[in-house]
């Protein structure tokens, strides 16, 4: 399968967040809450977003199959909202926008957060570098988180 990895823009909001939600939907199911705010969120927050965030994507055939976002403040990269088709999961296509997606920031570190029952998400974390510093619970729920950081 061959696929690009490009800058997102902003027309791309809507059809990044139809992938969101469709791939956040295996997140809801797993904690049984579906008051996620990734499924929450609305295309103009998306487009709200593109104002101080760098957003890739994935495509293949025409379509947008994976998706990232990122910003930098003091320092620190927080990435987020990392998301790929549930029928291209597990073909690297993650790793990918992930190691783009650090490419595009020189900061000291980079940060982002995954659910604590989220395996795979983790390890996919953990073999790009990330460790867990911090858990909390995650304002929607019961749902705790684990902090990911990785020195630049």
Known sequence: MKYKI?????KDAEEILKLQKLSYQSEAERYNNYDIQ???QTTREVQEQFEGHVFLKAICEGEIIGTVRAHENNGVCYIGKLAVHPNMQNKGIGSALMNEIEKCYTPEKFD???GSKSDKNILLYQKLGYSIYKIEKYGCGDIRVFYMEKNA
């Open 112 to 114: 982002l957060f995954v």
């Open 6 to 10: 490009l800058r997102a823009e902003i």
């Open 38 to 40: 990734p499924l929450k």
